[in-house]
């Protein structure tokens, strides 16, 4: 906890908590109320300086320096007070300061180079542990870089963010522009702007909301996840059903009241009821992002915003001539502000070791020249550069009449990072390069249809054979091509819906299945369901790797999803018998098996077969050693031999001789 100015003391005191933190594991709580890097002035030398004027019956005419006399800088000179150099002025001898040190330490620059470490530490932290950070009032300067460096930021109504105090800044423009802090780095500002992800009404609410927050992460970084019991049911299918119309997509995962019948009806989204959490809701608000839980397993979800939304850019008051702009953005496409809110999203989940759930509803970014301006191609990379760090199992969900086209697909397609990404879309879901409209316009053009036309409808074809015939005379042409543009005009509408359809049909979930482009086709009711059961034996299976690793001697890079599964699978079919061989596809029968086998005390195949992994790799490791050190092996034999008893000692003799024999008789064996 910070309060008052920040001195080089309470730096320290701050960072021996953080080393502690990073040490143990566990998340760091910042609570701040500061005014920045303390200020200070030796107050023993402001009552005893002396000022040597230009004229000293006029001191407007200003002064040539500040000095001591002889008596007052020897008093000081021990105490390394002061530094000055001796000046003789009117056969006077005077003592010219040119550096205050001060008997205090903590009132200048000190502060900041301690402000700069414990910076360091912070952006450290953020990376190693969970970080966490409640701005109860004002805070100031090195302060506010600080509660940004932990990133994670909950901001009290009536506190403030600031770089510099408003009246600093009036000083500094030379009028009164700025009324108040709140105006610089009030929650309208920060919680608008993305540095606060949450806005509270009082301390008592924060801290509140830092013990919800706390519920989703591990205890220990690394622990395993906090996994409750819900009293919401696995099983049960999802009852709020999205259409083709735009609609609230919250209701996705959170469900929704509904009217029905003159009376209010719940109907049930993906996650727990009243488990979902929305975070950074006041900024870049065409993407969606929170924690909630499935099934009692919590979850990190990113997902679009499907209607309008409405962005607004206040005035500066220090800029007469500006004004206030208002900003329509259209739902399910990404702008600057949003890529890069999914990606700072997203590298917070990775950090708080959540598994990751994406609704992917996206038609593309926005690439117009304002938004490429603003660098919709650094922030849109900055997802893809996300999403391949990210260690936690990561699922991408196409809903029903959802879409995801383009650069939109690229950036969350699963072979970015092919070991914990997947994809599943419902059998109402579309995926493609473009729109079917946009597609149409390229690849199936008036002409084509045209085509279309003549091959389909008798009478159209009718009328573009009579005309091709060459003994038409001028009035018989002109009749047949009025006839046939008017039946062209007439067959138009339905064409085109069938160009449009017929390029639909290319985007459907079964192309996408068949390509391999996606891991199945779920249906949304049934999404919750398998969701669960797909998570938690994700999360089981990188819980195996975890284990495999530790007897590898932490080669956990050398371990790729793909490895792993075959492990389990051949440990799988072993224990169960091949007759069961197509269970391996039931995510909730896998599951039980590997919950009940990692929770025996003796018998475990996944633990034994860890074991011989570490005796694998120890043996492989002895003969790597051995082969680029052949003048050692005889030492080994004789140190190993040390460590046998009797009994394995007649074993090994029994063993060389064996060998001995088998060297004796390969030369005969060659002879004949």
Known sequence: ??????????????????????????????????????????????????????????????????????????????SNTVRAVPVKLNEECQYQITDIIGKETGIGVENL????????????????????????CRTVGIGSYLVRLGQRVIQVENASIILTGYQALNKLLGRNVYTSNNQLGGTQI?????????????????????????SFVP???????????????????????PTKSPYNPRYLIAGRQHQAADKLAWESGLFDQGSFIEVLGGWAQSVI????????????IVMPEILPVETTIPPDPADPTSETKTVVQP??????????????AINDFNQEELPLLIIANWRGFSGGMKDMYDQILKYGSYIVDALRKYKQPVIIYIPPYGELRGGAWVVVDPSINPDHMEMYADVESRGGVLEPSGTCEIKFKDKDIMKVMRRLDDTYASLSSKLAA?????????LLEEKLNERRKELSPVYHKIALTFADLHDTAGRMHDKGVIHGIIKWENARTFLYWRFKRLLLQQRIKKIFAEQMSDCINELTKAHVETVIQRLFLEENGSVKSYLWEDNEFVTKWIESDLSKNQGSVIYEYGKWLKRDVALKNIKCILDNNPDI????????????????????????DALNHCDERSPQDAET
Request: charged share 20%; glycine share 8%; aromatic share 8%.
């Open 1 to 78: 906890m910070c309060r008052g100015s920040i001195t080089s003391v309470g730096l320290q005191e701050h960072l021996a908590v953080l080393k502690l933190a990073i040490q143990n594991k566990v998340p760091f709580i910042y609570i701040s109320a500061n005014s920045g890097a303390r200020i200070g002035l030796a107050e023993d030398m402001k009552h005893i300086f002396k000022v040597a004027w230009n004229d000293e019956t006029h001191p407007d005419k200003g002064f040539k320096y500040l000095y001591l006399t002889p008596s007052e800088f020897k008093a000081l000179d021990s």
């Open 113 to 136: 180079k301690g402000s700069a470490l414990i910076a360091g530490r912070t952006s450290e932290a953020y990376e190693k542990i969970v970080t966490l950070n409640l701005v109860t």
């Open 190 to 214: 920060m919680y608008k702007n993305g540095v606060s992800h949450l806005v509270v009404n009082d301390d008592f609410s924060g801290i509140y909301e830092i013990i919800k927050w706390l």
């Open 219 to 241: 205890k220990l970084k690394g622990a395993s996840l906090p996994i409750i019991s819900t009293t919401d049911p696995v099983d049960r299918t999802i009852t709020f059903t």
């Open 289 to 300: 992002c929170g924690r909630g839980r499935l099934g009692g397993i919590p979850l990190g």
């Open 331 to 344: 739902g399910q496409v990404w702008y600057p502000d949003s890529s890069f809110k999914t990606a700072q």
């Open 470 to 478: 060459t003994d038409l005379t001028t009035a018989e042409r002109k």
């Open 633 to 656: 092996a005889m030492d080994t034999i004789v140190h190993i031999t040390q460590q046998f008893n009797p009994g394995k000692r007649n074993e090994l003799s029994r063993v060389l």
